[in-house]
């Protein structure tokens, strides 16, 4: 038996010898990479630099694009050294750091993603009370709390399992995930599994919800609404609606990996939807908002083109 201070590195079981291939999924994922920094440091410099675009609209998806960069450098620099190396070992700090890393960013996507809802929900529903109902320094408190809660947070939950005993140090993933050390413990874990339920409550349940009802809203003036009040509901909740449901779909297959077992789904598939919403999300946002969103593509056009 081993105990969390003595187990100073997790192996990472699921991934498989490529041969040569490795060399190929190290420059594809490396190519994935730099097209997420690319596109979302670009857009963040558009919003930041262009004062017509410092409005809590704006702020609010330069906050969303900052969390794609910092979730996708919590993956791709360990994903990238693990797929040159022989041996897929990560040592317990190191771990606990990309823990920290991946399930803060999930829990500010999600806060971030019901933040802009209520957004769109004000400018919608109460399009004459907007200016004053969402001010800058409302926009600046939401984005911090949006931040801050999540890494309160998680804090928490990671302080909880860095005390577990375990007994073993082997991990069927790609990267480190908090519920598969949870269940190499042999000591009692149920103050864990407590946390993680209101932390699952607190960081998904309560978002969605606020996202529920927001859109309820929206689509109940939409109906009753005029044929401009539609139009600008789709122009600006399509990209947002879009990202949700991807997001979505990648964290709920993650959770149902990490809680059931998927020995029945092809091991290459299993890595695949397990990094889908850490891969796909941090560059489906950033194109899907600067093709939508008019004002951000007409900048990112001038910019592209030095015509600025």
Not at 57 to 68: A, D, G, P, Q, R
Not at 177 to 197: E, H, P
Not at 242 to 271: E, H, K, T
């Amino acid at each position: 038996m081993m105990n969390s201070t003595e187990a100073s590195y997790f192996i990472l079981t699921a991934y498989s010898d490529t041969g040569v291939l490795k060399y190929l999924y190290f420059l594809i994922i490396l190519a994935l990479y730099i097209c997420i920094l690319g596109a979302n440091v670009l857009l963040i410099v558009v919003i930041c630099v262009n004062r017509s675009l410092h409005e809590p609209m704006y702020l609010f998806l330069c906050s969303l694009f900052v969390n794609e960069l910092y979730g996708s450098t919590g993956l791709f620099p360990f994903l990238l050294l693990q797929i040159l190396s022989d041996i897929h070992t990560v040592s317990a700090p190191l771990c606990f750091l990309q823990i920290y890393s991946v399930y803060t960013y999930v829990c500010v996507e999600f806060f971030n993603l019901a933040v802009m809802s209520y957004d769109r929900y004000l400018a919608i529903c109460y399009p004459l009370h907007y200016n004053t109902r969402m001010t800058s320094n409302k926009a600046y408190f939401l984005i911090a709390v949006s931040w801050l809660l999540p890494f309160l947070a998680i804090v928490v939950l990671i302080s909880l399992s860095v005390s577990l005993t375990l007994c073993g140090n082997i991990i069927n993933k790609v990267y480190c995930g908090n519920y598969s050390i949870v269940k190499l413990a042999c000591s009692d874990t149920r103050i864990n599994n407590i946390y993680g339920l209101f932390y699952t409550v607190i960081s998904i349940i309560i978002p969605l919800l606020l996202i529920l009802y927001t859109y309820m809203r929206i689509l109940r003036v939409c109906f009753s609404g005029s044929k401009q009040t539609r139009q600008k509901a789709l122009s600006t909740c399509t990209p947002h609606l879009a990202s949700l449901l991807n997001f979505s779909f990648g964290g709920f297959f993650q959770i149902l990996q990490s809680r059931f077992d998927m020995s029945g789904v092809p091991n290459m598939l299993r890595v695949l939807l397990s990094l889908y919403f850490l891969t796909c999300q941090p560059l489906f946002t950033p194109v899907l908002y600067g093709l939508k969103m008019s004002k951000i593509r007409i900048i990112c056009k001038r910019l592209l083109y030095r015509e600025v």
